[in-house]
């Protein structure tokens, strides 16, 4: 049953199954879905890829997707294909040219600042919220946590 549902994920999200392994061990919801505690072992991909390839041997995949099928419209239910996105987007009026090197962070000594620095930095922002307002103007460009396959 485990190797049934994560195949169910696999085809609900479009995941490979290396992508469909990883998921699993790394999100709850794919975990409970599948029936598995926090703890178990999660079947690897060689393993789904062996169980789906078995079913399409003997010509049990498509029958038994139609029937998954079936009884979800039955419930009013239908899956349209979904996906699994791992960023937030913020609106910026700043954008990286290129490829960016990585820097030492620097102390920006806002404190060591004079009254007038403050005053320009303030008058900027004010002029950057009327020429684009609902925008976060000292977004800071960095990269986000991702996985890439």
Known sequence: MILFKM???SVWYGLSDVQTEYLTMDCISFCRFCGLELMDS???HSTLFRFRSE??????YQPIML??????AEKGLMVKG????DASLTSSPF????KLDHQM????KEDARSDTEVMEEEKYHRKKEEESPHTDHEARWFKNRCVTW
Do not use: C
């Open 55 to 60: 079913l399409t041997r003997k010509k049990l």
């Open 67 to 72: 029937m998954v099928n079936k009884q979800l």
């Open 7 to 9: 195949q169910l994920i």
């Open 42 to 44: 999660v079947p690897d």
């Open 95 to 98: 954008s990286p040219k290129g």
């Open 105 to 108: 962070a620097e102390d920006r």
């Open 82 to 85: 979904t996906a699994i996105i």
